[in-house]
């Protein structure tokens, strides 16, 4: 059985950091892209970061590039969110996701993933 579940998240004052981590169970991530996206009240989910399944290469939003970091490491069949300089306007669920074999590009997006995590909330508030 596939299975995505995520940890971390939480509370955070702004400028801080949190990591985010997704185990991958019933299946291994090397050959699958991983993509973290986000929703806020009342918004539409938009993406994070995107991890490419055959090259590793990595695609960014304009709101967190810079701060955000997408990692993953397959021997833990594991990725994270590594979020820095935390804003308010980062408050939101966030999510991860894979899909096998996607190339990532600017055009990805979340309808392009077919296993998701539960989620976690990230709350940035002083």
């Known amino acids: 059985q596939v299975q995505l579940v995520q940890s971390g998240g939480g509370l955070v004052q702004p400028g801080g950091s949190l990591r985010l981590s997704c185990a991958a169970s019933g299946f291994t991530l090397d050959y699958y892209a991983i993509g973290w996206f986000r929703q806020a009240p009342g918004k539409e989910r938009e993406g994070v970061s995107c991890i490419s399944s055959s090259d590793g290469s990595t695609y960014y939003s304009d709101s967190v590039k810079g701060r955000f970091t997408a990692s993953r490491d397959n021997a833990k069949n594991t990725v994270y969110l590594q979020m820095n300089s935390l804003k308010p306007e980062d408050t939101a669920v966030y999510y991860c996701?894979?899909?096998?074999?996607?190339?990532?590009?600017?055009?990805?997006?979340?309808?392009?993933?077919?296993?998701w995590g539960q989620g976690t909330q990230v709350t940035v508030s002083s």
């Open positions: 996701a894979v899909d096998f074999g996607r190339l990532c590009s600017s055009g990805t997006t979340s309808s392009d993933f077919t296993s």
